[in-house]
């Protein structure tokens, strides 16, 4: 089957004009979107979807937390689907990128082997996952956490958003609640086409990120806590100030993140000190540390480092310093068979090309715990994303969308 | 003069029950005071201050802004009065001897030259400036800034507090407006005993600190700008990252407040990343700094330091830096004829002392613009104030009064 298809492209237009098309659905004037999820705006490009992938040829159904399935048959019906996924909902000011390719390419994907006549041996399901942001209710990616039993659908139904409104209700209120289980049967496969939303490709001026996993995070919370005092009465030599200890640490903080270039990652996000006068030494400081890392073992590394230095800052300075684990996610890595996939076909589509571990979330996370799953990663312009300035171009659109139609051809050849 | 009255002490055990008396003007809960300027509380305590001054054999007025002046009259008629003062106003929060230790130490004075009949040459006076803490309308020694030129009348009398109430409102309220003009006539000389408000005197376990003048003081608004992006996909070499620039800014204040010791101060009191979220590199981070130094070029040489490093360190991360001055007071140095008369009592009574730069505003920071001025301190507890907590010992207490009391006695047989 890779021989005929071999030569077949996705029409870039047509790709470009969905993308423009459905961008009309909680348009922002800044050239965004802001589509919460389950919100009248996802109900409009819901509908859409759900009548394109009909006009498809596909049958499309909801599960009971709303994602939606859009299925093209294949040869073989013992088969389990490959499944092609992403997200329609944005954040609050998001852009018309950030999960939407992912989606929108997985149509064009259709129409391509629509036209092309051709028809593969597992059948192809485009998922719409539900409230992958979780901008409106938190946590993110719900729906795929339920489908891969991280969380239960129960869980799901009662998260609220900031008017109180439940899951369970704004999802009747839009009527896209399906009869079938959010904890669904694995897929054969599952590949997830997204924009980077950082600036490493675009910095190393290439086409296509091959993904191999998704980093570990480790959130933290930091209080520094020392003495309150005048700060025109108390000599420097008698003061025990925890901003200069939290400042010292911001800098460890920085540079754990440089320990390991291009691997691993730390940030101070939040600093504040209390009670926050001109004229007073502080006497609490707050901070957060966010840790990155794709290795086992990596953030407790990151983590054990910063502790050692911790605890000489507090030594040196007369300052208590506490550190306090909020949330850890571990490092994913994808099916060695689907990345190979997708390698196999930047390099046979001739796409510049470099290995990349995803930085953020997405459903790929969740969905990689129960079936072989990879990621295709687009640059984005300027690395900018959560914002409505986020942009591409159509020719990064169309890249991303080839490389997923050949890397679904390749696994199915293969498979 | 200086001769029969050499043996002369003041009434340590009478001293410390009117500071104890008074303390039931707007007691708190937790030992301390809240007696804010022109409230109730301010009322009871100056209608107590009226009936004991004239008790004492005073003539008591009040100036349009309602400070009060208790005269006791000296042996030539053609002298200024030699003047003491401090303030019977606290913070919201405050302690029971920041101010009120120097106006009831000046009523002991008198109290204590009427009970060895003692007339000096120069009239006394003892004054209560109204609304030196400023906690209630800014800014802070408003009617001693008055009396000194340094504000019109009207100025004081239309601040707010934050209900919106004029402190010329307030005044009529509590019926202590007088006729004197508040810009006054100079007095012969301004004395003031207060507490230190800080940790020196305590540390160094001696008994009076010779204040010889008062450190300027300047205050700047730094805004350290880079570029937020996400922390899980901003790889650490292409960030621009204000709070790691902030935090190399806030070690090198602290770096120039040690760069003289026991002379300058440098603090951040203030401290804040923007937008605030744990998994976001920050945009911003606005901090504050508060500079210190007694000398003349001091406060230019702290913040010309800062200036540099902020360029460099500016210039080194890719961040744009801006400093903004918000206010300065310039340094004080006492009159050495009246800090002459501090340190040869202090001498001749056998106290321990040390000289001292006073690190806090006072009245007599005013006052000095207008009449030879000095003031003497004495040590609290922890160095802690504006604070309930705030305390000293009856033996402190007496002591500072010792001193203030042969200060005077000094300078007015002397001039």
Known sequence: MSSPASNLRIDSDRLWSTLTE????????????????????????????????????????????????????????????IAIGSH???????????????????????????DAGLVTRHPIEIVDWTNEEGARFAPA?????????????????????????????????????????????????????????????????????????????????????????????????????????AARLAAVVDTIGRSEPGVSLSTVGVFEAFPGSRNTVPE???????????????????EGALRVNAAAIASDLGLDIDIAEVWTSPPVVFDPACVGAVHQTVARLGFTHQDIISGAGHDAVYVSRVAPAAMIFTPCEGGISHNEAENMTPAQAAAGADVLLHAVLAFDALS
Chains 1, 2 share one sequence.
């Open 284 to 302: 609490t400081v707050r901070m957060t540390v966010d840790l990155r890392h794709p290795g086992p073992g990596g953030l407790d590394r990151l």
């Open 141 to 245: 990616m719900l729906a795929s956490g339920v489908f891969a039993g991280a969380f239960d659908a129960d869980y799901a139904r009662t998260r609220t958003d900031r008017d109180g409104v439940s899951f369970a209700d704004a999802l009747n209120a839009i009527g896209f609640a399906g009869p079938a289980p959010a904890r669904g049967a694995p897929p054969a496969a599952y590949f997830e086409l997204h924009i980077e939303q950082g600036p490493v490709l675009e910095d190393a001026g290439v086409e296509i990120g091959v993904v191999t996993g998704v980093q570990g995070v480790r959130w933290l919370d930091v209080t520094v806590s020392g003495q309150a005092c005048h700060a025109g009465t108390t000599p420097m030599a008698l003061r025990r100030d925890p901003l200069q200890g």
């Open 22 to 81: 459905t961008a009309a659905f909680g348009a922002t004037a800044k050239g965004g979107l802001c589509r919460l999820a389950l919100s009248e705006e996802d109900a409009q490009v819901r509908r859409w979807f759900v009548a394109a992938c009909e006009a498809a040829g596909c049958t499309v159904r909801a599960d009971e937390l709303g994602s939606l399935y859009a299925r093209r048959e294949g040869t073989d019906p013992t088969l389990a689907p």
């Open 88 to 114: 329609l909902d944005t954040q609050p000011t998001g852009g018309r990128f950030d999960g939407i390719l992912g989606v929108l390419a997985g149509l064009e994907l259709i129409r391509t082997l629509n």
